[in-house]
Every structure is written in structure tokens, then in C-alpha cells.
């Protein structure tokens, strides 16, 4: 595969090159007095061709290899029919997940092979192995996932923590901006594994949701793994909001406004003002990032709540929502009581 384009582009470039070979040897007469000479001038043409044809030949393929690498989906199962694939088809899939080293071409492809699994009905049998009778194959893959968000929330925590500054120090920023060249790197760093983060939380989003009419033994609600997913999706919403300068308040709903968010000014105090001078930067990298990757994540909390929006309707008016969907701990960011007004607004779908 790819064999002939590259060798037709190889074959293309060596005889683009012969030209200005030939024009050399035109434009030196001298050269030509003897038959020796000319003898050894078209051999050196001959050698030239096929060298630059070697190289050419070699660098497209090398492409064309690489595209097929970035491109095409690798497979992390065993053939359909064999013994592995009756018994344990999903193992060389978490092997590759928990066994390889961070940041290897092979932990990517085998979250996206998973991703892929889990949105599409390509392999159906493979996501159906996910939903086995002891929950432990589902506990493992939304553990694997969820642990590239945390860290992604983790990451984000450190860096909104070194934005606690004086308004002083505010104003010092403001006439100066390359002061916070370092704020804006700790926030970089949290997002270096964006796509592996953008992969995690479409799976569990999509596992969630099929678990609804796939899961035959109630394994992802027995395993708590709903619970733990909801709260860490909500989250690092609001983690990556906060970049974004946008605050959640805890208050009560009556006191806030129609979407019960405060877009932060540089006027609300210590942290909000840094977030404001230093986060929303139109066109910044760092910008695009964050609002990419809070993009995903309200499409993925979606997914769950419009999976399960007549059980969570039931629950919010039983007053059980939160005890069926949030985590009764601290969570990595943010309050628990945050989190359950995040939630209702996703319920009433007013969370943009």
C-alpha cells in the first residue's frame, strides 16, 4: 500500500533533478572535448538519478507510513472465533492500557481503539465484554479513564493556585504582561495530554449511556462507576471553567441570575481578577485548549443526562439526585454542593 504513489513521486523528483544536471553540462563545454570525459559525466547522471531516486523513494514511504500510523485505527483484540475472543477479548486492550509507558504512541492507540469501541457499533461483542457478570472489566476501564481527568483536574487545581495575588500585583501584571509567562505555563502543562483527556471523557460518557440498555447485570451502577464518572466530568468542567474565568457559586439559586453563573471581573477580589488578566485571552493557545476540552466535556455530561433524563427527573423530585449521582466526598474541585447545582442545570439543560 502506497508503493507506486511513492515510487511515481520518487521517479517525479529524480527527473525534475536531471535537468539542471544536464543544463550544467551544457553550459561547461570544456568537459566534452574527450569521449572519456563525456563517458564519465553521463555515468555520473546515471548515479545521481538513481541515488536521488532512492532517497525520494525512501522519504515518501517513510510518509505515507507515518499518515497509516497517525490514521488508522489498531486493533487491541483477538480474531473473532478464537478461543481468546469467547473467553477474555477485552485483556490485550487493558494490558496495552495499563502496562505501557505514559505518553507512547501505543497507550494512544489503544484509548482511541477504546474510545472507538465504546461511540461506535463496529465491534458491539468487544463493548459487550465490557459488561461482564462481575463488574470488574468495567471497574478497570473507567478507572483508566477517569485517571487522565483527575490528573487533568489536578494539574488545573496547582495552576489556578498560583493565581492567587494582591491587586496590587494585579495591576503590576496588567502593565506588564510577560509576568505571567510562568502562571501560563503551569496551565499549559495540565493540558498536554489533551487529547488523551478528550478520548477518556467520550468513553465513559458513552459507556454510561450504554450501560443504560447494554449493562444486563447492573454492574456500572453496582460498581459505583456512574456515580465516580458524573463527579469527575463535573468536575473538571468547572476546573477548566475557571480558566476560562468563569465561576460557579454555591449560593442558592434565588440568588443568583437565570444561568446561576458570574462571569468574573477584575474587580471580585484575589483570584477572580488574575483569572480575568491572565486566562481569557482570545486566540491564546491556552485559550483554545480550555475551551475545546470544556466543549467536550458538557457534550459528554449531556450524553449522560439525556441517557438517564427520566430516572434523574424522578430522583430531583424525590430529592435523591445527588445521593444517586455525586459523589458524597470532597471532590477534586470545587464543592459537593457545586457539583449538585452543576447537575440541575444540566438537567434543565441551561449549562453552556
Same mark, same amino acid.
Given at each position: 500500500m502506497g508503493l507506486y504513489s511513492s515510487l511515481r513521486e520518487a521517479l517525479k523528483l529524480s527527473t525534475l533533478a536531471l535537468f539542471p544536471s544536464l543544463l550544467v553540462m551544457l553550459l561547461l563545454p570544456d568537459q566534452f572535448k574527450t569521449r572519456k570525459s563525456i563517458g564519465t559525466s553521463? #555515468?555520473? $547522471? &546515471?548515479i545521481l538519478y538513481a541515488g536521488v531516486s532512492v532517497v525520494s523513494f525512501t522519504w515518501e514511504l517513510s510518509t505515507h507510513l507515518l499518515q497509516v500510523v497517525h490514521t488508522r485505527r489498531c486493533h487491541f483484540a483477538p480474531s473473532r472465533g478464537s478461543a481468546a475472543a469467547e473467553t477474555n477479548p477485552s485483556e490485550g486492550l487493558l494490558e496495552a492500557l495499563e502496562q505501557s509507558s505514559p505518553r507512547t504512541l501505543l497507550k494512544y492507540l489503544a484509548y482511541l481503539d477504546l474510545c472507538m469501541i465504546s461511540e461506535n457499533n463496529v465491534e458491539p461483542w468487544r463493548r459487550a465484554a465490557f459488561f461482564e457478570e462481575t463488574g470488574e472489566m468495567y471497574r478497570r476501564v473507567i478507572s483508566l479513564c477517569l485517571r487522565p481527568l483527575e490528573h487533568l483536574t489536578s494539574k488545573l487545581v496547582e495552576? $489556578?493556585?498560583? $493565581?492567587?495575588?494582591d491587586k496590587l500585583d494585579l495591576f503590576s501584571q496588567q502593565m506588564n504582561p510577560s509576568t505571567g509567562t510562568n502562571i501560563d505555563s503551569n496551565l499549559h502543562v495540565a493540558f498536554n495530554d489533551f487529547q488523551l483527556c478528550s478520548w477518556s471523557a467520550r468513553t465513559v460518557a458513552a459507556l454510561t449511556a450504554r450501560s443504560l440498555s447494554?449493562? #444486563? @447485570?447492573? &454492574?456500572a451502577q453496582l460498581t459505583g462507576s456512574n456515580v465516580a464518572v458524573l463527579s469527575t466530568l463535573l468536575s473538571t468542567l468547572l476546573a477548566v471553567e475557571a480558566c476560562l474565568g468563569k465561576k460557579t457559586s454555591s449560593q442558592p439559586s434565588h440568588f443568583m441570575g437565570p444561568t446561576n453563573i458570574r462571569w468574573v471581573t477584575a474587580n471580585t477580589g484575589r483570584h477572580d481578577g488574575a483569572n480575568a488578566a491572565t486566562i481569557r485571552k482570545r486566540g491564546h493557545l491556552l485559550h483554545a485548549k480550555a475551551y475545546s476540552m470544556a466543549d467536550i466535556l458538557r457534550t459528554s455530561v449531556y450524553q449522560i443526562v439525556y441517557a438517564f433524563q427520566a430516572d434523574m427527573q424522578a430522583a430531583a423530585k424525590s430529592s435523591a439526585l445527588e445521593k444517586n449521582w455525586v459523589t458524597p466526598g470532597k471532590?477534586? @474541585?470545587g464543592t459537593r454542593e457545586t457539583l449538585i447545582q452543576k447537575l440541575y442545570q444540566f438537567l434543565e439543560y441551561r449549562a453552556c
Open positions: 553521463i #555515468r555520473h $547522471l &546515471v495552576g $489556578l493556585e498560583g $493565581l492567587t495575588i447494554e449493562d #444486563r @447485570y447492573g &454492574v471532590p477534586l @474541585y
